[in-house]
């Protein structure tokens, strides 16, 4: 089992910016690969980003390239999200969760194993 925390959302200006962190507990944290999921209102969830256990490989939505920076720091077991250039259309709550195929990055949200309780982001425009 593995349990993991998000924190660090809120209400920000448009053009601000944010940076989510996601503690996890449990079992080893960097056997598994990280992400970052999104859901807004009316949408599906989806993968934001997400980074391997080693952090050599990434993976960013289109939406959200050159804006967001993922990172981990297996020391501490903790993943975090950096958002830059917030849009209004960024708004949603943002969800870290944990896949087991720790070399790999799946974008499917039922491909992940464990999940936390989500952080609400909210960008006024």
């Known amino acids: 089992q593995v349990q993991l925390v998000e924190s660090g959302g809120g209400l920000v200006q448009a053009g601000g910016s944010l940076r989510l962190s996601c503690a996890a507990s449990?079992?080893?944290?960097?056997?598994?690969?990280m992400g970052w999921f999104r859901q807004a209102p009316g949408k599906e969830r989806e993968l934001v980003a997400a980074?391997?256990?080693?952090?050599?490989?990434?993976y960013y939505a289109d939406s959200v390239k050159g804006r967001f920076t993922i990172s981990r720091d297996n020391a501490k077991n903790t993943v975090y999200l950096q958002m830059n250039s917030l849009k209004a259309e960024d708004t949603a709550v943002y969800y870290c969760?944990?896949?087991?195929?720790?070399?790999?990055?799946?974008?499917?949200?039922?491909?992940?194993?464990?999940w936390g309780q989500g952080t609400q982001v909210t960008v006024s425009s």
């Open positions: 449990g079992r080893t944290f960097s056997d598994y690969t």
């Open positions: 969760a944990a896949d087991r195929t720790q070399y790999l990055i799946r974008r499917t949200p039922a491909q992940y194993n464990y």
């Open positions: 980074l391997t256990w080693s952090g050599r490989s990434s």
